[in-house]
């Protein structure tokens, strides 16, 4: 890819809020990702596969901005008034949104709320209505990270072996220090990190999504992975992402092969890829 990757800061709501942009001569991507670690790779994924043909403006969600506290910190309606906020700064009166996870909730919800700002909506693996069990689910993964990432190196080695991290490069990477905690032996660990996950997992589950889902008209196209996910069904299980589907006005669903995390690694990347070519298609 020859594109010249340009990096933007927009004041907006008080914040100071960091995005990266391709610039092309096509329509508008704006790409919301999720809040873990996969979040670059998923935004290097649709760049990879779309940035020739389409402009791709990716918001830094991770630390919203240049703040010191992680994007966990924050409501909803605060992100959606950022995203509104650079919306304006750049002078899109609609923009195809493209979501991965809680971005794909995000995106949800400004379609409900702000509907003409909107043109169509891509959704990645963020039915409306999350698997109410996923606490119980990553629990015993949050009680082991300690040993499998007993550094910040370490954590940091893992998320560069994403095949498509080199989006965000370290302007992303050093956002995470704003999630880690410090030990006494100056070593770092993740688990703080995830352990806000696991509360924002509990707080989606237990969110009316549905409510918002139901008043959007937009086109949508869902995008769920079908594999199983840390301790067992999918954090998203394909009925739930199929009845969300059959809630919206005008959907298309497309199950994906692999989960969360290793769609990014095999032929899930480029059945993502090639579903979303042929959503956004003029």
Known sequence: MTLQ???????????????????????????LHGLTANAHAFDGLVFHGLAENYRIISVDLRGRGLTDYPAFAYSIEDHADDILGLLDHLKIDKAIIAGHSFGGLLSFYLAANYPERIDKLIVLDAAAKMNPNAGEMLQPTLNRLDKIYPTWDAYINEIKQAPFSDFWEESMLRYYRADVKTLDDCSVTPRPTLANILQVAYSVANTPWDVYVDTITHPVILLNGLDAYTMGEPLLPDEMAKETVETLKDAQYFPIDGNHHTMLYGDGAKQIINAIRGFIKP
């Not at 933007?8 to 704006?30: F, L």
């Open 5 to 31: 990757q340009q990096d933007h800061y927009v004041d907006t709501n008080g914040i100071r809020m960091h995005y990266i942009e391709y610039p092309s001569d096509g329509p508008t991507i704006v790409f």
